[in-house]
């Protein structure tokens, strides 16, 4: 109860379970509390939310298998060009991050998946960006099973709070639907940050950043690390609430409420002396989709801030701002471990 009172204080607790329950009036409501989230804090939990504690014990049980994995293993799964795979530690910088100038690589292992794509799926036979197969590690049955229905129960958790930020905007409920049809751009990422035994300057486990998603939904175990940088300019650390994911907004959301929305600068630093995993999930539209200033968003006082821009090419100029290996970049690292190509997130 005191995490939950000290994380209200600072990020709302909101209850999504009258709306998804159908209760008359709901929606109304519940859009009131989000929309207040997101002009003034950008992050907020959402609670009742549906998903089944297996699926999430299921999933964190998958991702302490992968990075419990031998090295040589799991670089024969390197992240590639459609940022699907394995990313080891020492591979990433926050390039694209205007919140703050790393200089040193952050200290996390990740594993990225995407939609489970076969081989005759129509983007991957045309090669089309961002539409590529996921990657699996050999020998490790289930695992593909529990990462995948991890990730489609958070893609399903998002559908149906994506009304909820539409009717925060003063819109139809269903006015971002057709931005997420025909497979929404989304990623699951499972993060592993190793304890930093001795914090030097400007070294984390994840550099502050924003997220470059329309939104995230946060799974976290008990070891702290996240921090969230307030309005106030406070960084607060948002402690673990049972039965939460912690939810925040990113780059796109911002971009399309020309800055209503925040999109809030975060970072991780593992200072608890014990391995730290964490699951993230970004939901964010078709890159087909054009991100252009919402009308509900802009007037005469408030001109639009961003040019109409196609979300692919927003998402490949962050991974080049950011991938060693989009920039042609090799770690050094990387190099040790036999010279694979690196690349950052």
Same mark, same amino acid.
């Given at each position: 109860v005191a995490d939950a009172d000290a994380a209200a204080a600072k990020i709302p607790i909101i209850d999504f379970g009258p709306y998804f329950a159908g209760k008359p009036g709901a929606l109304a409501l519940l859009a009131e509390q989000v929309g207040h989230a997101c002009e003034n804090v950008g992050f907020f939990y959402i609670s009742n939310h549906g998903v089944s504690e297996s699926v999430v014990?299921?999933?964190?049980? =998958?991702?302490?298998?992968?990075?419990? !994995?031998?090295? =040589?293993?799991?670089?024969?799964?390197? !992240?590639n060009e459609n940022n699907i795979g394995y990313l080891p530690i020492n591979a990433s910088v926050q390039g694209a991050s205007t919140v703050h100038k790393a200089t040193k690589p952050n200290q996390n292992e990740s594993f990225f998946t995407?939609?489970?794509r076969g081989t005759d799926h129509p983007d991957v036979v045309a090669g089309k960006p961002l539409r590529g197969r996921n990657q699996?590690?050999?020998?490790?049955?289930?695992?593909r099973e529990d990462t995948i229905a991890y990730m489609k129960a958070m893609e399903a958790l998002c559908t149906r709070m994506m009304p909820t930020f539409a009717v925060a905007l003063g819109l139809p409920p269903d006015h971002f639907a057709p931005y997420f049809a025909n497979e929404a751009h989304i990623t699951l990422r499972m993060l592993y940050y190793p304890p930093q035994e001795a914090v030097e300057d400007n070294l984390f486990g994840q550099a502050p950043h924003t997220d470059n998603s329309f939104m995230t939904v946060l799974a976290r175990t008990q070891v702290p690390g996240l921090a969230v940088?307030?309005?106030s300019g406070e960084w607060f650390a948002p402690p673990l609430v049972p039965g939460t994911f912690l939810v925040n907004l990113g780059n796109m959301m911002r971009r399309w409420s020309n800055d209503r929305f925040l999109s809030t600068p975060h970072g991780v630093l593992n200072e608890s002396g014990v391995d730290?995993?964490?699951?993230?999930?970004?939901?964010?539209p078709n890159p087909d989709s054009v991100i252009e200033c919402l009308p509900t968003c802009a007037g005469p006082d408030n001109p639009p801030k961003y040019p109409p821009a196609v979300y692919r090419d927003l998402v490949l100029a962050f991974y080049r701002a950011n991938y060693f290996?989009?920039?042609?970049?090799?770690?050094?690292?990387?190099?040790?471990?036999?010279?694979a190509e690196a690349a950052a997130y």
């Open positions: 014990e299921r999933g964190f049980a =998958a991702a302490r298998r992968f990075h419990a !994995l031998p090295l =040589a293993q799991k670089l024969a799964l390197k !992240l995407s939609h489970d699996w590690p050999e020998g490790q049955p289930g695992f940088r307030l309005t730290r995993y964490s699951i993230a999930y970004f939901h964010s290996h989009q920039k042609g970049h090799r770690s050094e690292a990387m190099q040790q471990a036999g010279g």
